[in-house]
């Protein structure tokens, strides 16, 4: 599975739309983006996915570049609820019972 | 159905004694996974089951370690001679294993802590 490349933090202004990057630069063409979150003290939560093609959810959209070495995580109108960590997770669809979390990015929104 | 559960949801024990965890997946998901997560870093994949059969187990689940899934619902971790480097946050997670999304479903957790 591809490694990711994300920013350690970051921090967001409550009711802006939250944008975070992820590198993927040696994805290959069978493999997904995911994205998970794990709030403090939780286990993580799924967000989206996506193979080639923009994605929305009623959680956020993620934005994949057109060569696919990167992908932006968007969630439209941030909330003191999504501090979280989130994480950047690239995979076969085969190999998706393993998820490799890595260290993501810690996402603090500021009211 | 209220999700994964896990129990207990906090352990302490002295070195060397041994501990079981418990997780209740989601009713109906064949797909049941634990992981490992240490402070600071991401969870780690231990192990997975498809119903009742352990189908892959990471080399970070050294033979101290055993997972069960007997009748393909709960499943059990135990931890054999408990060390120090034992210590963290054991989840367990479960999915329905179809469709497009495959989502895992991750529990509460259950801390360990290795004296």
Redesign the interface.
Known sequence: DAKTTQPPSMDCAEGRAANLPCNHSTISGNEYVYWYR?IH??????II?GLKNNETNEMASLIITEDRKSSTLILPHATLRDTA?Y?CIVLLRAN?????????TTVTVRA | DTGVSQDPRHKITKRGQNVTFRCDPISEHNRLYWYRQTLGQGPEFLTYFQNEAQLEKSRLLSDRFSAERPKGSFSTLEIQRTEQGDSAMYLCASSAGTGSRNEQFFGPGTRLTVL
Do not use: I, R, T
Request: charge should be neutral; glycine fraction near 16%.
């Open positions: 794990q003290s939780q286990g993580p939560q799924y996915h960590v994480y998706d019972y393993k998820l490799s979390f890595g260290a993501g």
